[in-house]
């Protein structure tokens, strides 16, 4: 099957913008930037995290004001993402990538490293699978719906895994 240069080029921008979006959500959930939700997420998007969850882009944005968000903020709040493998099928993409939730370790001692001085360090408060569904719209790409599994050894975050790198 052969591809024109645009079509390749068109498949280059799609996925550079899925990635700058999805990148943008660590540094939009760690300095409460409601925003990037109202922007980022369809009007009628899911946040899925398995115990609880939101519908709608309002909703999903008004979560990073609430005063437990905020607390977390205060306190050190890091979400640190691995980079996300990205399918696009047409108008469609589906993205699959880590996320660690890290907090200042503020009970351990302070360790000196050479040349960065001194810290207590942090500690990996979960580590999961986030699944990002989504779709091209003519504002651009929109999240659909994003679920997050936590990797504690349970099988739905482990077939969230398997079912984007097409494993059985």
């Known amino acids: ?6 079509d390749r080029l068109r498949a280059v921008e799609d996925k550079l913008a899925i990635l700058h979006l999805i990148a943008s959500h660590p540094p939009a959930a760690d300095t409460g930037n409601d925003g990037y939700y109202r922007d980022a997420f369809a009007a009628d998007a899911v946040v899925d995290l398995g115990t609880k969850s939101a519908r709608g882009n309002e909703a999903i944005a008004s979560v990073v004001k609430t005063p ?12 640190f993402a691995g980079l996300p493998r ?14 660690q939730v890290l ?9 000196e490293l050479s040349g960065h001085g001194s810290s207590s360090g942090y500690r990996i408060h979960r580590l999961g699978a986030n699944r990002w569904d989504l779709k091209r719209t003519e504002n651009g790409w929109k999240v659909v719906r994003r679920a997050y599994r936590t990797l504690d ?3 739905e975050a482990r077939a969230m895994l398997r079912e984007a790198v097409g494993a059985a």
């Open 86 to 99: 990205v399918e696009i099928n047409g108008d469609t993409a589906v993205a699959i990538s880590y996320l």
């Open 68 to 79: 437990e968000h905020q607390g977390a903020i205060a306190a050190g709040l890091c979400h």
């Open 103 to 111: 907090t200042p370790n503020r009970d351990a001692a302070p360790q």
């Open 153 to 155: 050894g349970n099988e």
């Open 1 to 6: 099957m052969s591809t024109t240069l645009e």
